[in-house]
């Protein structure tokens, strides 16, 4: 319980920081809205009008993946400028524990771009909000929130390293929705895509939200999503660990 308590008060905190940035609110609020038009103007195109409930559910996971992994990078800048990211190493806790309610946040934050782009979807472009399965996709979302919330801090426990994280962020952006299946089918991809899709939980996160929307069967993926992310949760928990003792030892971590 006191672990929940301090992820809680942790999300709760950063959560509030990020609604107070300019930079972060701006873009949570133009970013989903060009890429849901995208979208739908992409699949009108392609004689797929059919698919429109689908597109606009696929940009608005790749909104919440832009949040978790520009706010990640961002985060932790933030703290490095703000020089509390010492203050978070040297706490009595796991550094991964101190890093994980940032990482949540920024998808938390995140699922405004899910509600952006099916409100825009809905009143711009008609689109019928027709669920499948309508009380799963209300399970799908905040679980796949949750899974690349995990999955950000692995990518964090990298950007504590980088002086400026957004030279990785914005290589990883594009890449990991296209072989995540957001919006185009894995199977318009080139066959070696597929295994690094199937490592990703951002592929399974985006498997699960898809079907609740359109049909199939929601829980093994979701389940498929949660288990990835809870290794990268162990793995990215095992990598702060070596940072901080490496960025202790070297006394490098403002400097990183």
């Given at each position: 319980m006191n672990l929940l308590r301090i992820i809680g008060i942790g999300l709760l905190l950063h959560t509030k920081q990020l609604s107070r940035s300019s930079f972060e609110i701006a873009t949570a609020l133009i970013v989903p809205v060009v890429q849901a038009t995208l979208a739908v103007y992409l699949f009108r195109a392609g004689g797929e009008p059919g698919r429109l409930l689908e597109a606009a559910v696929g940009a608005g996971l790749m909104g919440v993946w832009?949040?978790?992994?520009?706010?990640?990078?961002?985060?932790?800048?933030?703290?490095?400028?703000?020089?509390?990211?010492?203050?978070?190493?040297?706490?009595?806790?796991?550094?991964?524990?101190?890093?994980?309610?940032?990482?949540?946040?920024?998808?938390?934050?995140?699922?405004?771009?899910?509600?952006?782009?099916?409100?825009w979807g809905r009143l711009l472009y008609g689109i019928p909000l027709d669920f499948a399965h309508p009380?799963?996709?209300?399970?799908?979302?905040?679980?796949?929130?949750?899974?690349?919330?995990?999955?950000?801090?692995?990518?964090?426990?990298?950007?504590?390293?980088?002086?400026?994280?957004?030279?990785?962020t914005n290589t990883l952006e594009y890449p990991i929705w296209l072989v995540?299946?957001?919006?185009?089918?894995?199977?318009?991809?080139?066959?070696?895509?597929g295994p690094i899709a199937a490592v990703l939980p951002t592929t399974w996160g985006a498997r699960a939200v898809r079907e609740a929307a359109t049909g199939g069967p929601v829980w093994p993926s979701l389940g498929i999503c949660l288990a990835i992310s809870l290794a990268c949760l162990a793995a990215g928990a095992l990598m702060m660990t070596y940072v901080e003792r490496r960025a202790r030892a070297a006394a490098t971590l403002a400097l990183a």
């Open positions: 832009s949040s978790v992994l520009f706010g990640s990078g961002g985060a932790i800048q933030r703290q490095r400028w703000q020089g509390t990211l010492e203050m978070i190493m040297l706490a009595p806790r796991p550094p991964a524990l101190m890093i994980l309610p940032i990482t949540l946040a920024t998808a938390v934050t995140g699922t405004y771009a899910m509600l952006a782009t099916l409100l009380l799963l996709f209300l399970v799908a979302v905040p679980g796949c929130v949750l899974g690349l919330g995990m999955f950000g801090l692995l990518l964090a426990s990298t950007f504590v390293l980088m002086r400026n994280a957004n030279a990785l995540s299946g957001m919006l185009v089918p894995l199977t318009v991809l080139p066959g070696w895509t």
